[in-house]
T-cell receptor
Framework: EDQVTQSPEALRLQEGESSSLNCSYT??????LFWYRQDPGKGPEFLFT???AGEEKEKERLKATLTKKESFLHITAPKPEDSATYLC??????????FGSGTQLTVLP | DGGITQSPKYLFRKEGQNVTLSCEQN?????MYWYRQDPGQGLRLIYY???????QKGDIAEGYSVSREKKESFPLTVTSAQKNPTAFYLC??????????????FGPGTRLLVL
């Protein structure tokens, strides 16, 4: 059974204080790891897909990396508008997405 | 603009009542999905459909039903058999089978509340 664990559950940062969110996974045959951003009361917004260990992708202040056991979402010099819940999901040979419970990020001005 | 629409945004269900949530996409995606999201939990798959007139149960299908008569539409019915229906319901779509196209795109969601 595929499993995804995200940590921490909640993270509070000061504006400009860089940090990382963790996504650990156990999966049979990883076909892709996905990061989404979700604002309160809205649907998840797609950020990145990573397919193999060592792969990295960047978008503005966000950078996602992947190893064989975990993925990190690095946030550099965050702004208050980066406040959201960040969801990690894995797509495996079972051909279904398995989601973690998310990290709720709050960036204080 | 291409995207996924869900309606209504809020839905109230009385005890014993069946209610239907709408999901429409104009992305020309073959696959569509329904998820349920509860506070502090990850999204859980209810039903999915890879092609018109075909659908499969997900992890928590009991108390729910779906149909896929058109490529762009995938309505979800929450039946009276679902005893704890209060949740945020999300519809998604994708084009599976093409390398790099497993990405699922989500609609804005419907919040279902029980009266």
């Amino acid at each position: 059974e595929d499993q995804v664990t995200q940590s921490p559950e909640a993270l509070r940062l000061q504006e400009g204080e860089s940090s990382s969110l963790n996504c650990s996974y156990t999966v049979s045959g990883l076909r892709g790891l996905f990061w989404y951003r979700q604002d309160p009361g809205k649907g998840p917004e797609f950020l990145f897909t990573l397919y193999s260990a060592g792969e990295e992708k960047e978008k503005e202040r966000l950078k996602a990396t992947l190893t064989k056991k975990e993925s990190f979402l690095h946030i550099t010099a965050p702004k208050p508008e980066d406040s959201a819940t960040y969801l990690c999901a894995v797509y495996s040979s079972a051909r279904q997405l398995t989601f973690g419970s998310g990290t709720q990020l709050t960036v204080l001005p | 603009d291409g995207g996924i629409t869900q309606s209504p945004k809020y839905l109230f269900r009385k005890e014993g009542q069946n209610v239907t949530l709408s999901c429409e996409q104009n992305l020309n995606h073959d696959a569509m999905y329904w998820y349920r999201q509860d506070p502090g939990q990850g999204l859980r798959l209810i039903y999915y459909s890879q092609i018109v007139n075909d659908f499969q149960k997900g992890d928590i299908a009991e108390g729910y039903s779906v149909s896929r008569e058109k490529k762009e539409s995938f309505p979800l019915t929450v039946t009276s058999a679902q005893k704890n229906p209060t949740a945020f319901y999300l519809c998604a779509s994708s084009n599976p089978g093409t390398s790099g196209q497993e990405t699922q795109y989500f609609g804005p969601g419907t919040r279902l509340l029980v009266l």
